[in-house]
């Protein structure tokens, strides 16, 4: 059974700064990954999906990265902003399902 | 419509009554998931719709949990006969076509309350 972990589980960062989050999975038989955002009391918002052929892909600020032969991905988010503020999933993909970590609940403080 | 749509957005029930959480997939889309998320937990996988195939009911908790979908399109996730630990947020989710390399796109949930 894929297990799906995220760390750290929280993180709280001045405004600015760049950071990293992590999510890590136990089976490497992947198709995809996929990044999302999650505000307090609302659904997730798709924010980046890497191929399993793919080592990463950028969007504006944000820049994932996949190693999947050892189980690993990154979120980096460079000058981070308040509005950054959320929890950040990591879900991955080895067919329909979709499997996902508890998240890393980000506080970015001006 | 532009995304996933979800109602209500909040259901708050009585023990013991049954409730129904409505899906509105995004225009096209052939694949439907339903997800539940419980406070402080990850998001905890129900339910599989792809097209006209049978759907994958291995996440549903009990079978006092069902869903349908009509047509290939909206969805109804029932719950009988609630209990207060089914209180979470309902998360429905679509997916363009059988492919597995696309985005899932989430609606905003049904927040639901048993008291």
């Known amino acids: 059974k894929q297990e799906v972990t995220q760390i750290p589980a929280a993180l709280s960062v001045p405004e600015g700064e760049n950071l990293v989050l992590n999510c890590s999975f136990t089976?490497?038989?992947?198709?995809?990954l996929q990044w999302f955002r999650q505000d307090p009391g609302k659904g997730l918002t798709s924010l980046l999906l890497i191929q399993s052929s793919q080592r990463e892909q950028t969007s504006g600020r944000l820049n994932a990265s996949l190693d999947k032969s050892s189980g690993r991905s990154t979120l980096y988010i460079a000058a981070s902003q308040p509005g950054d503020s959320a929890t950040y999933l990591c879900?991955?993909?080895?067919?329909?399902?979709?499997?996902f970590g508890k998240g890393t609940s980000l506080l970015v403080t001006p | 419509g532009a995304g996933v749509s979800q109602s209500p957005s909040n259901k708050v029930t009585e023990k013991g009554k049954d409730v129904e959480l409505r899906c509105d997939p995004i225009?096209?889309?052939?694949?439907l998931y339903w997800y539940r998320q419980s406070l402080g937990q990850g998001l905890e996988f129900l339910i599989y719709?792809?097209?006209?195939?049978?759907?994958?009911k291995s996440g549903l908790p009990s079978d006092r949990f069902s869903a349908e979908r009509t047509g290939g399109s909206v969805s109804t996730l029932t719950i009988q006969r609630t209990q207060q630990e089914d209180s979470a947020v309902y998360l429905c989710?679509?997916?363009?076509?059988?492919?597995?390399?696309?985005?899932?796109?989430f609606g905003q949930g049904t927040r639901l309350t048993v008291v």
């Open positions: 225009s096209g889309h052939t694949a």
């Open positions: 879900a991955v993909s080895a067919g329909y399902a979709l499997n």
């Open positions: 089976d490497s038989a992947i198709y995809n």
């Open positions: 989710a679509s997916r363009p076509g059988t492919g597995v390399n696309t985005e899932a796109f």
């Open positions: 719709f792809q097209g006209n195939s049978a759907p994958d």
